[in-house]
């Protein structure tokens, strides 16, 4: 009997197996196809994250600022140089051998008062001369005076001509402008020998002795040294250097105050009286004088002042950190980032200092993103990356 083969045949597939082996290979395809999509898609996002990092890493990091405005910053603070209001160097009027002197350093005087006496022999004998000069002249005078006057009579008379009793004028007048000459002379040796006596020529201190008894002194002060110094110190003048930017802000009046080192804890009224009206081009600063009542003479000519003026002016301005600061050739800089992240450099004009900040006259905006301790290689138009100042 022959083997049943019929089971041992495949039977054929059915459509619904088919088609489900189809949507299964299909699912299988997609899932394969979006697995290798993700990864090629996470690698180019790897790629650009690393790349945009890498370039972020390569930027100049910054750390920025705002521009403020301004403190209580009310005076304006300047170096002031102190003087006396009114000294004079003195001098020999005549030479001659110093033969006292009365005063000293430090000493208050009065106006004509005797501060020293020379010796002087030349002109003392140059003096009995032209007195003796003066008597011939005198004498001569005398009697050519009396011989015209006689001429003139007998020329009435007829006993002598005109021309004769010209001659006798003419001599009489030549004599008479001779005593005027002598007398002259006279008066001006005596001036010279009055010099011998040195007095102040007004009130004050003395500031300074440069002579000492039996020095020869010269006169004049081309070839005589000085003899002494004298200062009026009851008043003082104070000069300080006003920028230019506060010049139209000082006036006639203005009160300052001052402070000396010397004397810590007070404070001295001064009150602006003149302006040299005139901006210096080499500083650019106006000569500003204050005047300051020193009575009681606890103030020192030639002493250093802090001047605290409040200028009558309303500047705009805004105050920014001392390390802002760029100092390059083209002037003083302040290096800002704009919306692009990108330096912007700007010329500024720089007011007052007060230590941590300075003024900022010109040059900035109130929105300007200020940078911080720039560096010297910092280049306008670089690309930075910012860090806000926590300070």
């Not at 600022?65 to 004079?88: F, M, S």
């Not at 007398?183 to 002795?209: C, H, M, W, Y």
């Not at 004298?230 to 203005?254: C, H, W």
């Not at 300052?256 to 404070?267: E, M």
């Amino acid at each position: 009997m022959e083997p049943d083969r019929s089971s041992n045949i495949e039977q054929p597939l059915s459509a619904a197996m088919i088609h489900k082996l189809k949507v299964s290979g299909m699912v299988t395809a997609v899932v394969i196809a979006c697995i290798m999509g993700w990864g090629f898609y996470s690698r180019t996002l790897a790629q650009a994250a690393l790349k945009a990092q890498t370039e972020q890493n390569a930027l100049t990091i910054v750390t920025v600022t705002k521009p403020e405005a301004p403190g209580d910053h009310e005076d304006l603070v300047l170096p002031g140089n102190v003087q006396a209001y009114t000294e004079a160097p003195i001098y020999a009027r005549t030479s001659g051998y110093l033969k006292h002197w009365y005063v000293d350093i430090g000493k208050n005087v009065k106006a004509n008062e005797l501060l020293a006496e020379l010796d002087t022999p030349e002109v003392d004998a140059e003096l009995r001369q032209a007195k003796a000069d003066l008597a011939t002249a005198e004498a001569n005078n005398n009697l050519s005076q009396m011989t015209a006057t006689r001429w003139k009579t007998l020329l009435a008379s007829g006993a002598v001509s005109k021309q004769d009793v010209d001659d006798k004028v003419g001599d009489a007048e030549a004599k008479q402008a001779e005593v005027e000459s002598a007398r002259a002379n006279v008066s001006r040796l005596e001036q010279l020998e009055s010099f011998k006596r040195i007095v102040a020529p007004f009130d004050g201190v003395i500031t300074a002795r440069g002579t000492d008894v039996g020095a020869l002194i010269n006169s004049g002060a081309a070839n005589g040294q000085e003899l002494f110094h004298i200062a009026a110190i009851n008043k003082l003048r104070v000069y300080v250097q006003v920028p230019q930017s506060y010049a139209s802000g000082i006036q006639t009046g203005t009160v300052a105050q001052l402070h000396f080192a010397d004397h810590p804890g007070k404070t001295y009224t001064a009150t602006v009286v003149n302006t040299a009206r005139s901006i210096d081009a080499a500083s650019r600063t106006l000569l500003t004088e204050l005047s300051v009542n020193n009575s009681h003479h606890e103030l020192l000519p030639g002493a250093y002042a802090e001047v605290h003026l409040a200028p009558h002016l309303k500047v705009s301005t805004l105050e920014v950190p001392g390390n802002a600061l760029l100092f390059r050739s083209e002037g003083m800089l302040i290096a800002t980032v704009n919306a692009n992240h990108q330096v912007v450099m700007k010329k500024v004009q720089i007011g007052r200092d007060f230590g941590k900040r300075v003024e900022v006259l010109t040059g900035i905006d109130p929105d300007d993103v200020i940078v911080l301790n720039p560096s010297d290689s910092l280049l306008n138009g670089a690309k930075v990356r910012i860090v806000q100042d926590k300070g």
